[in-house]
């Protein structure tokens, strides 16, 4: 299970904190990707981090912007968000990538662990 937390109201060119605390521990997953969704658009991958080495990736939207990172002892993954633009508005998932989880070379689409999600708005 992924529970997502840390949205909330963000004025333009602000900065927040995502977490995805994870039941068990992150080392049972190879990979944890971020996603987002905005009403009446698909959800899409974000960002991706391997789990045992740090890797990291990044869509081209957010690439510079957002750092993801791990921390294994408290089994959570982070997103950390910088210089947020309006069309970062979106609910924010955590999910291992499909199909398996086992790495980030494709984290479009994510497994069917979906959480409840995080809203963040970005809006002055």
């Known amino acids: 299970q992924f529970v997502e937390s840390g949205g909330g109201l963000v004025q333009p060119g602000g900065s927040r904190t995502l977490s995805c605390a994870v039941s068990g521990s992150t080392l049972d997953y190879d990979a944890v990707a971020w996603f987002r969704q905005v009403p009446g658009a698909e959800r899409e991958g974000i960002s991706c981090i391997e789990m045992r080495h740090g890797f990291t990736f990044y869509e081209a939207s957010v690439k510079g912007r957002f750092a993801i990172s791990r921390d294994n002892a408290r089994n959570t993954v982070y997103l950390q968000m910088n210089s947020l633009k309006p069309e970062d508005t979106a609910v924010y998932y955590c999910?291992?990538?499909?199909?398996?989880?086992?790495?980030?070379?494709?984290?479009?689409?994510?497994?069917?662990?979906w959480g409840k999600g995080t809203l963040v708005t970005v809006s002055s």
């Open positions: 999910a291992p990538p499909r199909p398996y989880g086992r790495s980030c070379e494709d984290f479009r689409y994510g497994m069917d662990y």
